[in-house]
């Protein structure tokens, strides 16, 4: 133990002596020369890091020493520092080095850095340089003055560097870009090949050949040589990635991914290199790892078409339809009608809910493809879904034109099914005969039948379905069920049997067998019968409808609702069972727990259909406005075009007497989905706001039966009051109004009587409806208006009778304490008026009325306070104005009160000839 501790603190100790040695020497004084030879020596070891920091430490020492400057820049030179090589070379000149050895390698750090005007005002010919160092300068310096655009400069080197006698290579590259300047590239490809066999490794004879060949279009031999010339010079970064994007463009993927790999772990975020890996990966498969690299590219500024495009295409390949819906859109516009982005894009979309989007896109797809045809059908699917009718007819009518396969037309036909194109039956039928073993294609065929009431081709196609597939007991189960609607039940019995022995349909046939006894008139034992099944499948949703069906027979469904209740307590989110039971609950008119019930479920485009009907549902009988209102906004946003949750929320913003808002969204849904009751609710709303011309155009086009409908004829009795033509009016008014007595349409009648000059039969009506309705807050309102005129004590009651149940109606309290006012019973009408004040201070009629019952009282002072509260907002009632002026005078505030009364401009007989009473009483000019 004790010698394994001493070994540790041997070491230990050892490095800590380097340590201290390391300190001790970096704080001795050693000479310029001392750091220079130390520095020699890293070089020679390799050790380039260590050795930089010697040649720095010597120019410290000696900053005007050229030396170490020159040495360091060849260093730099060395480690592909160009930048900093460019500055230590120059400096070093500067302080005297020998022009003739900086030169050759300051023109190599220029080329390699870019510098071009640098480049360009090289020496070449400096004192001391040898043939061989002219003529490379030479070559470099000819490069730059070709990239500076300076020809002549350039002609008139490559001539002075043509007089120098010498074998180099770079001669011949001078020598070769006379071709490059005539535009013969062949000749100088020839020339430069030759090179290459003289110096196959040389840097700038392999670089010029391969760009060469670039412009010659030949890339894959300029592949080749940037290969070759990379196994002689690997760290030359750049044309790494030249090499890299070159393959790439070849599709020479597998040769490019080491190559692309070394790079990047240079620079793991570089956009494009992450865009060429985001490629290898996508064409090996591996479409996750491709998107998270073009991903990287995106995020770090590269978002080109191709980008976009293999991103989104990557995407899509792992469903993540987010990702390629995002890319996809970025170049959907850019993109070639047809292309097979946009058909990903749309799907995605499609994916994604966007429907309206997605058949925005569908519109650019020509539909020749063989997966066109299910792109098509699914678009229409779900635009049928979202109720958007008009695409999702768009979509069916596509697809028909190319589809073939029996797939694709039983998927056709149900689609035009749904949307009552009965042409659906015909290529269901095409289905069968294509494919005669499919047993989902075979039952919508008869299904489809059953449900156009075409019974005996769904006999027919049942029984061949039982031809072609004799063990299966499904075709059996419809002809069971086929037999039981034409009441022959010993066939169906029959059909049953058999089934029981053949494979499948098991629930079905329980069912069917159930629906014979109901229909044999047996429902003890049909009953019996689901029960017994239920007692083995406690959850089936089915068998249960059935049961409560026919326990509502017996009113005896209370039990049923106790075992519904009693599976959503074992599985609280089995939603379909939670449906059921609010369903149950809402058939016996308990809306209190049907919406109890629901309201924890917010809904969403994964919750079932059913859900949203039954709540709002629920929600409009239970008169919550303020959560319906919210429900049906929330509806919508899932299913713009349904036509439930439409009229849903129709019926709210009717009721809150938005009648523009209801304008702008039948307007908005039949855009998408045409259909006869929202446009006569269109018309009704054009109707609410005075607009008749539009409203009419809808009527007009309606079938005449349409128009004997009441809601319809309301519609029409109140355009005839907009046309003002009210005799035409009142007899539809009065056909809406015996069919639905509700306060609008009483509203409408005596509107119509009245504006007919029948005021008499407005009056009687509104009497005898109020006595009928007097829950009709509304009407008994417009009652008492009426009453107020010729039977004052009628009108006391009636208002007495609203103040009951709407101890709150400002009106009422308003014109009840008036009324007690001018009765002479101060007491009452001041309790009245107070009470209306209090709800509406800032009313000025509420607020004279209660003045001038104090000033009936003697109360003065409390009448003008009232006054002062009101005279500083507008008063619209000249009454009301006058009768402050009139206090202000009888106050002998007779300032205040001239220039209220000049103040104002009156416009009613009556006022005004009170005004000019007011103003003789002041002492005002009557001209002012």
């Avoid at 230990?12 to 310029?32: D, F, I, N, Y």
């Avoid at 020809?151 to 080197?157: P, V």
Wanted: with cysteine; net charge negative; glycine share 4%.
């Amino acid at each position: 133990m004790s010698k394994n501790n001493s070994n540790k603190i041997f070491k230990r100790s050892s490095v800590a002596v380097l340590l201290l040695t390391a300190l001790l020497s970096g704080c001795s004084e050693k000479s310029m020369e001392s750091h220079l030879a130390d520095a020699r020596s890293y070089v020679s070891e390799q050790q380039p890091d260590a050795a930089i920091v010697e040649y720095k430490n010597a120019i410290q020492k000696s900053p005007n020493a050229a030396a170490p400057r020159f040495e360091l820049g060849k260093l730099y030179l060395q480690t592909n520092n160009f930048v900093a090589a460019e500055k230590e070379l120059n400096k070093a000149m500067e302080l005297g080095y020998a022009a003739s050895e900086v030169i050759p390698l300051l023109s190599v750090a220029y080329q390699q850095s870019g510098a071009e005007n640098a480049l360009s005002e090289v020496d070449y010919r400096a004192e001391g340089m040898t043939a061989v160092e002219s003529v490379e300068v030479g070559f470099y310096k000819l490069q730059a003055l070709l990239q500076l655009n300076k020809r002549e400069e350039a002609e008139a080197l490559i001539a002075d560097l043509s007089t120098i006698d010498t074998s180099s290579v770079y001669k011949g590259l001078v020598d070769s870009y006379v071709f490059v300047l005539n535009n013969d590239v062949e000749a100088a490809i020839a020339s430069t090949e030759a090179l290459q066999e003289q110096a196959p490794t040389n840097k700038d004879v392999l670089q010029q050949l391969a760009k060469l060949y670039l412009q010659s279009g030949a890339p894959e031999k300029a592949a080749v040589v940037y290969g070759d010339y990379l196994k002689s010079y690997p760290d030359d970064t750049a044309s790494k990635f030249a090499y890299a994007a070159l393959l790439i463009e070849l599709r020479a993927l597998d040769t490019a991914e080491p190559v692309v790999e070394e790079l990047l772990v240079l620079n793991d975020s570089h956009p494009l290199l992450n865009t060429f890996k985001g490629i290898i990966e996508s064409a090996k498969g591996n479409y996750a790892q491709a998107l998270e690299h073009l991903e990287i590219a995106v995020q770090n500024g590269r978002s080109d078409q191709v980008v976009r495009l293999i991103a989104g295409f990557s995407a899509y390949q792992i469903q993540d339809f987010e990702s390629a819906q995002r890319h996809l859109t970025m170049i959907a516009s850019s993109l070639p009608d047809n292309h097979p982005g946009l058909r990903m894009l749309a799907d995605s979309m499609l994916q994604l809910g966007e429907n309206d989007n997605a058949l925005e896109i569908l519109e650019r797809v020509e539909g020749e493809q063989n997966s066109d045809a299910a792109l098509f059908s699914k678009a229409s699917y779900q635009l049928l879904i979202d109720g958007n009718m008009v695409g999702a007819k768009q979509m069916v009518e596509r697809s028909q034109e190319i589809s073939t396969s029996a797939e694709d037309l039983a998927r056709l036909g149900v689609l035009q099914l749904s949307l009552n194109d009965v042409e659906g039956l015909v290529n269901l039928e095409e289905a069968v005969n294509q494919a005669p073993e499919s047993a989902t294609t075979q039952s919508t065929l008869v299904r489809a039948y059953i449900a156009t009431q075409q019974l005996d081709k769904a006999k027919e196609a049942a029984t061949k379905w039982v031809e072609q597939s004799p063990n299966e007991a499904l075709p059996l189960v419809y002809l069971g069920g086929i037999a039981t609607v034409e009441r022959d039940f010993t066939k169906a019995a029959s059909y049953f049997d058999d089934a029981s022995t053949r494979e499948g349909a098991k629930e079905q046939l329980v069912y069917a067998r159930t629906q014979l006894l109901i229909a044999q008139g047996d429902n003890e034992s049909a009953t019996a019968f689901i029960r017994a099944f239920i007692d083995d499948n406690p959850s089936d949703l089915k068998a249960l409808t059935m049961w409560y069906a026919l326990a509502a027979e017996q009113k005896a469904v209370q039990p049923v609702i106790n075992h519904v209740k009693s599976e959503l307590d074992k599985a609280p989110n089995f939603i379909e069972m939670r449906l059921l039971l609010a369903r149950l609950y809402a058939f016996n008119n308990a809306i209190d727990k049907t919406v109890a019930l629901l309201a924890n479920v917010q809904g969403n485009k994964e919750t079932p259909m059913a859900f949203w009907n039954i709540k709002g549902q629920a929600l409009i009988a239970a008169n919550d406005v303020k959560a319906a209102d919210t429900f049906f906004d929330r509806w919508l946003s899932f299913y713009p075009q349904d036509k439930s949750a439409v009229l849903g929320k129709l019926l709210i913003l009717d009721s809150q007497r938005q009648f523009t808002e209801g304008l702008a969204l039948a307007s908005r849904v039949l855009e998408k989905r045409p259909d006869a009751q929202i446009s006569l609710l269109k018309a009704y709303f054009h109707s609410r706001i005075g607009q008749s011309k539009p409203a009419w155009n809808i009527i007009n086009a309606s079938a005449d039966g349409v128009k004997e409908l009441p809601f319809v004829r309301g519609i029409i009795a109140r355009l005839h009051l907009i046309d003002k033509a009210p005799e035409q009016a009142v007899s539809h008014a009065e056909a809406a109004y015996d069919d639905t007595p509700n306060s609008d349409n009483a509203m409408l009648l005596v509107a119509s009587y009245e504006m007919s000059d029948k005021g008499k039969q407005a009056l009687s009506f509104l009497e005898k409806h109020v006595a009928e309705n007097a829950n009709d807050i509304s009407s008994s309102m417009l009652l008492a208006e009426r009453q107020i005129r010729q039977d004052r004590k009628s009108a006391l009651a009636t208002y007495e009778a609203i103040l009951a149940q709407t101890p709150d109606n400002f009106v009422v309290l308003n014109n009840l304490a008036y009324l007690a006012f001018e009765d002479n019973d101060l007491s009452r009408a001041e309790t009245l008026a107070k009470r209306a004040v209090a709800l509406r201070s800032d009313n000025a009629d509420a607020v004279d009325t209660l003045a001038q019952i104090y000033i009936a009282k003697g109360d003065d002072d409390a009448a003008l306070s009232l006054y002062e509260e009101i005279a500083t907002r507008p008063i619209a009632n000249e009454e009301v104005y006058l009768n402050h002026v009139e206090l202000l005078t009888e106050l002998d505030k007779t300032t205040l009160a001239k220039r209220r009364l000049l103040a104002r401009e009156f416009k009613s007989e009556a006022s005004k000839q009170r005004a000019q009473a007011l103003k003789a009483k002041l002492g005002l000019n009557l001209d002012e």
